[in-house]
């Protein structure tokens, strides 16, 4: 069960800066809990992008980047890269399910 | 670099039992970390199944927990996941991941590269 609502897909040409929304609500982004991103390629396994809303992992290049505000959190991708196609999830905690939630993921489309 | 491998049946029979390993290498996995069972059903999202933490306490999503246990072997390194009841419902890759706190905060930095069980007669 997917709580956090991100949209279906976003495109860009290369070279562009793409934004995708994570929305949640006040038992989850909005009550404080800390937003995190996965990149996942086609048929392998997620990879840590951002953690703690806006940090990145050694290694994650700089055009990626997180923040939140209120009940959403987005992430930015500036300089597209055709290597930057892959499905993208948000990640953080829920109060009231009392366990890890993760966005319905988007999917991320180089012109 | 830790690494992390799933292992188990591929197929499992409706109203069997699930059962699946995860081998840690390049690491222990005794120390500060979660570790966890994420599942994703074909063509969706990723759900949260369950972790258990180097004291043996253990966490479930609630709407899994009264069919799901997770237990680590620390001799041989690994953890496990067991799913009763299953139905086609359970059908996902599932993923091992490791959860570990940085400044406070936990995430997933480490998965395995998943294994698909498809429950079918």
């Known amino acids: 069960q997917s709580v956090l609502t991100q949209p279906p897909s976003v495109s860009g040409a290369p070279g562009q800066r793409v934004t995708i929304s994570c929305t949640g609500t006040?038992?989850?982004?909005?009550?404080?809990?800390?937003v995190h991103w996965y990149q996942q390629l086609p048929g392998t396994a997620p990879k840590l992008l951002i953690y703690?809303?806006?940090n990145r992992p050694s290694g994650v290049p700089g055009r990626f980047s997180g923040s939140k505000s209120g009940t959403s959190a987005s992430l930015a991708i500036t300089g597209l890269q055709a290597e930057d196609e892959a499905t993208y999830h948000c990640?953080?905690?829920?109060?009231?399910?009392?366990?890890?939630?993760f966005g319905t993921g988007t999917q991320v489309t180089v012109l | 670099q830790v690494q992390l491998q799933e292992s188990g049946p591929g197929l499992v029979k409706p109203s069997g039992t699930l059962s699946l390993t995860c081998a840690v290498s390049?690491?222990?996995?005794?120390?500060?970390?979660?570790w966890t069972w994420v599942r994703q059903p074909p063509g969706r999202g990723l759900e949260w199944v369950g972790e258990i933490y180097d004291d043996g306490r253990t966490d479930y999503n609630p709407s899994l927990k009264s069919r799901v246990t997770v237990s680590a072997d620390k001799s041989k390194n690994e953890f496990s996941l067991k799913l009763t009841s299953v139905t086609a419902a359970d059908t996902a890759v599932y993923f091992c991941a490791r959860m570990i706190s940085v400044a406070g905060t936990w995430h997933f930095d480490s998965w395995g590269q998943g294994t698909l069980v498809t429950v079918s007669s």
């Open positions: 006040s038992f989850n982004i909005g009550g404080g809990y800390e």
């Open positions: 390049g690491g222990s996995i005794s120390g500060y970390y979660w």
């Open positions: 990640q953080s905690y829920d109060s009231t399910l009392r366990g890890y939630v």
């Open positions: 703690g809303d806006f």
